[in-house]
């Protein structure tokens, strides 16, 4: 595998269940994003991490929740989803987390909420 | 505060002819300049950047923006559109120490 990857592509989820979203970088980075892309809207960043540590957190409703074990892997916690959660979620990673280092995107997760 | 303006949500070419994408920026420091694409079903991809180390940047797939301070613009161009340019195009924003704004992103769309 190279640069970053993501699984599932595509995932169905009742409200009320609970699943997870992985994404993995191959790239030797240091940081890590989730992106959430919706119809109509501006590409909207949800958390951050440095080195496995979370460095942003933009406001993100507490049924999403991450986990960063390392720098190669990033998860995305879902549970009690709303149906406004439905949207490409996208991983991304770069070097460092200032501007100067450009972001690498994984291919995203579709998710529907019903 | 930083922020970026892609005029057109979307914008039509014919094959072959000249794409223009604009895209505005607003930074109160030396800016890093981004443009992305985004095919249908994928994740973002790099097209170029731009460092301050020269004003015309070349990227991929025959894509090159120019860097404009006075007009505070970042326009990307393509002398020959081709089918397989059908994508999204996002313009990107940020200074060294902060993080990437991305610009709402233009559909082009091109007429055979």
């Known amino acids: 595998e190279t640069g970053v990857t993501q699984t599932p592509r595509h995932l169905v989820m009742g409200m009320t269940n609970k699943k997870s979203l992985k994404c993995e970088q191959h790239?030797?980075?240091?940081?890590m994003y989730w992106y959430k892309q919706s119809a109509k809207k501006p590409l909207e960043l949800m958390f951050v991490y440095s080195l496995e540590e979370r460095v942003e957190n933009n406001s993100v409703p507490s049924r999403f929740s991450p986990e960063c074990p390392n720098s190669s892997h990033l998860f995305l916690h879902l549970h009690t989803l709303q149906p406004e959660d439905s949207a490409l979620y996208l991983c991304?990673?770069?070097?460092?987390?200032?501007?100067?280092?450009?972001?690498?995107f994984g291919p995203g997760t579709r998710l529907t909420v019903t | 505060a930083q922020s970026v303006t892609q005029l057109g949500s979307h914008v039509s070419v014919s094959e072959g002819a000249l794409v223009l994408l604009r895209c505005n920026y607003s930074s109160s420091v030396p800016p890093y300049l981004f443009w992305y694409v985004q095919y249908p079903n994928q994740g973002l991809q790099l097209l170029l950047k731009?460092?301050?180390?020269?004003?015309l940047v070349k990227g991929i797939n025959g894509f090159e923006a120019e860097f404009k301070k006075s007009e505070t613009s970042f326009h990307l161009t393509k002398p020959s559109a081709h089918m397989s340019d059908a994508a999204e195009y996002f313009c990107a924003v940020a200074n060294r120490d902060d993080k990437i704004i991305f610009g709402k992103g233009t559909r082009l769309h091109i007429l055979p």
């Open positions: 790239l030797g980075h240091n940081a």
């Open positions: 991304a990673s770069s070097r460092g987390t200032g501007g100067v280092y450009e972001q690498y």
């Open positions: 731009y460092t301050s180390a020269a004003t």
